[in-house]
């Protein structure tokens, strides 16, 4: 079991263009989720996912878009990249139902954007 | 949003000491989590607390669900050099959505 996989593990993007961050898991977890590490502000999810084909907006969704074609697939995408938007990310998976919040972390991808 | 307080924000302890932090909210949250962070990694999940008043170890960690359901202690015993790294605390409001902590940045010196 690989767990929860993300590529790529860095990437440096000049300001305005576009990128796509892929995250994969092998645990048929149902829920998958995009957060943003920045020093001191801990973890702010951007958007998350309850099933295949469905995504939803988090706590900081905007400049970024998702989508979830297949169950074990959840991709991020920087339409336009932003100075602000150089961070950590890690993509994160859980069971539905009761451990819906037991979530199950990937190894984080260092974007920065000049 | 919502916010969770965690304290203290670093701390740097001599190898053997014991170690409290805490997470605090305004908050009422369902469930709390405690996660570890290793340099270069992402989030491990370290105790999860289902119920007020809940205590619960997980080797030398202990940690336990305030009875107001606000606040949220994490006790490490004995530390060791590889207890070095990021503790996040995180609620659970509702549904599968979780609010995290700044984190409490743990140096142990041996």
């Known amino acids: 079991n690989a767990g929860v996989t993300q590529t790529p593990k860095f990437r440096v993007l000049k300001t305005g263009q576009s990128m796509t961050l892929l995250c994969a898991q092998d645990m048929n977890h149902e829920y998958m989720y995009w957060y943003r590490q920045d020093p001191g502000m801990g973890l702010r999810l951007i958007h998350y996912s309850v099933g295949e084909g469905t995504t939803a907006k988090g706590e900081v969704p905007d400049g970024y878009n998702v989508s979830r074609l297949k169950k074990q697939n959840f991709l991020l995408g920087l339409e336009s990249a932003a100075p602000s938007q150089t961070s950590v990310y890690f993509c994160?998976?859980?069971?539905?139902?009761?451990?819906?919040?037991?979530?199950?972390f990937g190894p984080g991808t260092r974007l920065t954007v000049t | 949003g919502q916010q969770l307080n965690q304290s203290p924000q670093s701390m740097f302890i001599q190898e053997g000491e014991d170690v409290s932090m805490n997470c605090t909210s305004s908050?009422?949250?369902?469930?709390w989590l405690w996660y570890k962070q290793d340099p270069g990694e992402g989030p491990v999940l370290l105790i999860a607390l289902y119920k007020a008043g809940e205590l619960t170890s997980n080797g030398r960690l202990t940690a336990q669900f305030g009875i107001t359901r606000k606040d949220s202690f994490l006790n490490i015993s004995a530390s060791i050099p590889s207890d070095v790294g990021i503790y996040f605390c995180?609620?659970?409001?509702?549904?599968?959505?979780?609010?995290f902590g700044a984190g409490t940045i743990l140096r142990v010196k041996s």
């Open positions: 908050s009422i949250f369902n469930t």
């Open positions: 995180a609620g659970q409001l509702g549904g599968n959505k979780l609010v």
């Open positions: 994160a998976s859980s069971y539905s139902g009761g451990a819906a919040y037991e979530q199950y």
